[in-house]
């Protein structure tokens, strides 16, 4: 019975989880909104989750962060900029970006070779995520000469929400999931019932 209960419950969440992303991918927060650099600065991003940022600019300067677990990718992590603050920087002025990108998605050869992240202009989309705990190398980039903000943005550069059709199969095998236990509890019922004595 408790078993039952928790599959069941557990189906429900699935379904709701799916639906929700669904909903949101069309009318929500999920829905990919597109963004300039000065409107990130003077009115920030909102509740959007899922941006793209067509006139970023890179520095060229990036951190590597480890994971602590091996089983684990390490992430990069690199300020993204508007065009003036791309100059100041070049100036040797110190900046304090908007917006703080990371990523799993890089060859490793990079990381030693200082590279991973070509400076000038970039397009940039993604989704609005906070590092993983263990991956928190933000704070190294103070020492490349920028100021971290509290209210910045991190980004997961290259990643999108869950593809429609995915978030689709999730409502419809939990609901069937759900249907087939529930049907199964029924036909174990009647069997008790038909073989009690009378």
Not at 101 to 121: H, K, L, M, R, Y
Not at 130 to 155: F, M, S, T, V
């Amino acid at each position: 019975m408790i078993i039952r209960m928790l599959i069941i419950l557990g189906c429900v969440v699935v379904f709701i989880n799916g639906c929700n992303s669904l909903i949101s991918q069309h009318f929500g927060t999920h829905k990919l909104r597109s963004y300039t650099m000065e409107d990130v600065q003077q009115a920030g991003i909102g509740d959007a989750d899922y941006i793209a940022v067509g006139d970023a600019w890179l520095s060229g300067d990036f951190v590597f962060k480890a994971a602590k677990s091996p089983a684990n990718p390490g992430v990069i992590i690199y300020p993204v900029l508007s065009r003036e603050q791309f100059e100041a920087k070049k100036r040797g002025e110190p900046v304090r970006p908007d917006i703080i990108a990371w990523t799993t998605d890089f060859p490793s050869q990079c990381v030693g070779a200082g590279n991973c992240i070509e400076a000038g202009p970039a397009a940039l989309q993604g989704i609005v995520r906070d590092l993983p705990n263990d991956r928190q190398g933000q704070g190294q980039l103070e020492g490349k000469g920028y100021r971290l903000a509290d209210d910045a943005i991190y980004l997961e550069h290259g990643q999108a929400p869950l593809a429609w059709y995915w978030n689709l199969l999730m409502m419809i095998g939990a609901a069937a999931a759900a249907i087939g236990v529930e049907a199964y509890s029924h036909r174990r019922q009647r069997k008790k019932i038909t073989k009690t004595p009378t």
